[in-house]
C-alpha cells in the first residue's frame, strides 16, 4: 500500500501509516503489552488527529499575534491546550 | 439578412462587400461565446478555403461580417451602436484596401491582435481615432485563431482597427499580406510593433515575457556549478591518498541525500543570504557542492551544528563535535550559516589550495565552535553580503591561530571527505552525528544512531504532517518543539492504553481500546463516530482494513 498523495500544496504527502515506529513505539514504552494490526492504523489515525489539532491550534495562536510565521511560543501554547484535551 | 457563406472568394474585399451588402447593424456588445463561435466558424471555413491569411484578418477585421455570415442569428440580434458602425469602415476599407491574397505571417497576426484588445475601454469612451491608435498596438487575441476574447472587445477592437485605417488612411491595416502587411503596419502604425508583444501579455498571461528577473542570481550559480564540477574532480583524486577518505567518502554517500553540487552551489548562495530553516538545510545542500576537502570539515561542522541545536532538544549529546558547540540553537543555526557563508567562500575562491582552504574553513568552524564567534559571525553575515572571499580569507586565518589541535586533526579527518555526503548527511541530521564522531577507520558510530534515528525519522513524519497541516511558514525551533510535544503525546498514549486494555482484563491492545480513547479525547462523540474519522483521515486502503464491509457470497471483511 504506497501511499503517495499528491496535494495541491505543491507538497506530496505521505499517508501511509509508519507502522514499524508505532510498533517499536508502544513496544518501547510497554513491554509487556501488544499491539494488534488495526490497532496500529487506529494509533496513526489517532495522532493524525493530534497533529492536526495542535497545527490549527498553533495557526490560530500565531494568527492572533498576527505573526506570518508560526513561532516556538505558539506551538508551546497549543501544546499545552491540546495535550490536555489528548489525555484521555 | 441573407447568409452569404464565404464562397471560397480568395480576397477580403469580395468578403467585405458580402458582408456590407447583408450584414446588419450591430452592437458591438455581443455575447462572446457567439462572436467566438461565429469567429471560429468563420476561421475553420476560411481556412479550409486556403484563406489561411485571410482569415486571420478576417477575425480580427470583420469578425462582424464573419458572423454575419456564420451566425445570421446571433448577427441579427445586435444592434448597432454609434454612427460608426462597422459596415461604414468596411465600406471605407474596401475602399481604400487594395485586393491581394494574403497570407498573414503568425507574427503579424499576433502584433496586429494586440491593438484590438485594448480597443474596448477606448470603443466604449468614443471613437477618438487618434486614441484608439494606442490601444491597438496591444495585442488582440480576436485574431489569434485560438483566442477569442469576448466579444464585446472583439468587435470593439475591429472597430478601432477600422478606425484606425480610416484615420490613418491606412489601406487593409489589418490585411497584412505576407510581410508586405507587416512592413506596412510598422510603417503606418509606427508604435504597432513596439508594444504588442507587451500588451499582449496582458491578455495572454501564459505567453508572456517575464523579464529575466532572475537570471541573475542563476548565471551566478551557474557559475559556481561549473567550479565546483570542475573542482570536484581533482579533489577527489587528491584525496585518494589519504587512507580513511574512501571509507568516509563512502559512508557519508550513503547515508547523504542526492545532493548535487548544482543545488549545493545555489544553496551556498542563498544560504549565504538567509537565515531562516532553509539556511540550515542550505548550507548543508552547499557542500556538496564544494571542494570536497572543504565540504567535508565543512559538512560536519555543518552536521554538528545541525545536531547540535537538534540534539539539545533531544537530549544527544554525546559526539565530540558536538560539544565544543555551544548548545545555545541560535549560536548553532549563526554557525551553520557562517559555515554556509564560509562554504560558499570556499567555493567562490575555488582555485585555493585544498589545504590552505582546509585550515581556515577548519579554523572557522572550530573557533565558531569554541565560542569566539564575535568576529566569525560578524564576518559571516558580511562576507554573505558579498564579500565573501575577501572578508572570510582574513578572518579566517586570524580565527585559524588559535584552534586546538584536536579539532584541527578532526576536521583534517573530515576535510579529505568527499563534500556531496557530509551535506547530504546533515541534511537528515540523523547521519550528522555519526559523521561527526567519525573516527578514521570507522565510518560512523553505532552508537546512538539506532536509538535516536529511527525514532527521529518516525517522528520527522508526524511534523511534516503538522507543518502541512498548518499551511503556515515554521521556524526550526517550533517543529523541535513539535517533536517533543509527540513524544509527551505518545507517553500519554501508551499508558492510557495501558489502562484500557487492564481495564478490559487484557493485556493486548484492541481496537476498542483505541475507540475509546478516542472518545474520551472527544474525537469521537455520538455525532461523529470512528468510522467517519476514519472515512475522512486514512486513505482508502487503511479504511477497507478497518472499516468492515460486506463483500459478495456472504463475507465481511475484515471479519467481525
Sequence with gaps: MALLTIVSQKKQIK??????????????????????????????????????????????????????VINKEH???????????SRG | MADHNPDGDPTPRTLLRRVLD???????????????????????????????GQTKTIAKGRS??????????????????EEQTPRTLLKNILLTAPESSILMPESVVKPVPAPQVVQPSRRESSRGSLELQLPELEPSTTLAPGLLAPGRRKQKLRLSMFQQGVDQGLPLSREPQGNADASSLTSSLNLTFATPLQPQSVQRPGLARRPPARRAVDVGAFLRDLRDTSLAPPNIVLEDTQPFSQPTVGSPV????????????????????????????????????????FLAGEAEEVDAFALGFLSTSSGVSGEDEVEPLPDGVEEAEKKMEEEGVSVSEMEATGAQGPSRAEEPKGHTQVTEAEGSQGTAEAEGPGASSGDEDASSKAASPESASSTPESLQARQH???PEPAPPPGAAVLSSEP??????????????????????????????????????AKMPMERKALEMVEKCLDKYFQHLCDDLEVFAAHAGRKTVKPEDLELLMRRQGLVTDQVSLHVLVERHLPLEYRQLLIPCAYSGNSVFPVQ
Design chain 2, 413 to 415: 579527518h573530515q576535510f
Design chain 2, 254 to 293: 550513503y547515508h547523504s541525500l542526492p545532493c548535487t553540487p548544482h543545488t549545493g552551489a545555489e544553496d551556498a548562495e542563498q544560504a549565504a543570504g538567509r537565515r531562516t530553516q532553509s539556511s540550515g538545510p542550505g548550507l548543508q545542500n552547499n557542500s556538496p557542492g564544494k571542494p570536497a576537502q
Design chain 2, 22 to 52: 447583408t450584414a446588419d447593424p450591430r452592437t458591438p456588445r455581443r455575447p462572446r461565446s457567439a462572436r467566438a463561435g461565429a469567429q471560429r466558424a468563420l476561421l475553420e471555413r476560411a481556412s479550409s478555403r486556403r484563406l489561411s
Design chain 1, 15 to 68: 499517508r501511509k501509516a509508519p507502522g514499524g515506529f508505532l510498533k517499536r513505539v508502544f513496544k518501547r514504552q510497554k513491554p509487556q503489552l501488544r499491539l494488534e494490526k488495526s490497532g496500529d492504523l487506529l494509533v496513526h489515525l489517532n495522532c493524525l488527529l493530534f497533529v492536526h489539532r495542535l497545527a490549527e491550534e498553533s495557526r490560530t495562536n500565531a494568527c492572533e499575534s498576527k505573526c506570518r
Design chain 2, 432 to 469: 550528522a552525528e555519526p559523521l561527526l564522531v567519525r573516527h578514521p577507520p570507522r565510518p560512523r558510530t553505532t552508537g546512538p544512531r539506532p536509538r535516536q534515528d529511527p525514532h527521529k525519522a518516525g517522528l520527522s513524519h508526524y511534523v511534516k504532517l503538522f507543518s502541512f497541516f
Design chain 2, 64 to 81: 462582424r461580417g464573419a458572423r454575419s455570415i456564420g451566425r445570421s442569428a446571433h448577427v441579427q440580434a445586435r444592434g448597432h451602436l
Design chain 1, 75 to 85: 506551538v508551546l501554547a497549543a501544546a499545552k491546550v491540546i495535550l490536555k484535551k
